[in-house]
């Protein structure tokens, strides 16, 4: 069982979650003295007193569990999902033996996303959603942000006209739609490594480093 522990600075109390295309559910953050420890674990006390609610993720067909609790100045997530193989590597450099060279591996990083929607009104706020929108979006990813605690923080934007830089998707009812996801101003927490001489088969992809504009977690 995957477990992530997300922290923000400053109060939101009560949120909607996106649990399906027809479907929305309420999460209500329990007000708690003492924070918990962020380990992602569930045993600390503060979380025994927040109600879970349940999101099916329909791509890879799971049940996430959601809960959240606060202070007077901070709130917490723990999100949980079940995960038969860890994945905290991602795109390490594989050794080529007959070009001497390394190359792109095939493993990729287990990923979280809180996606908060920047519109007035409601919208479906799916890659393959039929309307436009604008969201923030906030990616923890188990090889590049974890390691720093922290998560990376883009916008996306969705919409029907062709933007620069953007990728071009079809929505659900078959429609052109174009998304642009663009990262804040700022370091990520990481950074690539660039292997030229032989240092083992496989060896890490990434550097870490506490970036200066980036969700907390």
């Not at 569930?42 to 329909?58: C, G, L, N, Q």
């Not at 090889?143 to 071009?168: F, H, N, Q, S």
Request: glycine content about 4%.
């Amino acid at each position: 069982m995957k477990r992530v522990i997300f922290l923000i600075l400053g109060t939101i109390i009560c949120f909607v979650i996106n649990a399906s295309s027809d479907a929305t559910q309420k999460i209500v953050a329990q007000k708690v003295d003492i924070a918990p420890v962020i380990d992602g674990k569930d045993t600390d006390p503060a979380w025994v007193k927040a109600k879970s609610i349940i999101s099916r993720d329909k791509v890879a067909n799971i049940d996430i569990s959601l809960k959240a609790v606060h202070t007077n100045k901070e709130m917490f997530f723990l999100v949980s999902f079940p995960d038969p193989d860890e994945s905290r590597t991602h795109k390490s450099w594989v050794w080529d033996k007959s070009r001497e060279i390394y190359k792109m591996g095939n493993d990729r990083e287990d990923l979280f996303i809180f996606k908060w929607s920047m519109e007035a009104q409601p919208v479906d706020l799916s890659i393959y959603a039929d309307n436009p929108y604008k969201s923030d979006v906030w990616f923890w990813k188990a090889c590049r942000t974890d390691p720093a605690g922290y998560a990376d923080d883009k916008i996306d934007t969705l919409t029907a006209v062709r933007l620069e830089d953007a990728i071009e998707l079809k929505s659900k009812s078959g429609k052109v739609m174009y998304l642009l996801r663009k990262g804040d101003a700022g370091e990520p927490a990481f950074k690539t490594k660039l292997q030229v001489e032989y240092k083992g088969d496989v060896v890490p992809r990434f550097t870490y480093q506490i970036p200066r504009a980036a969700a907390r977690m």
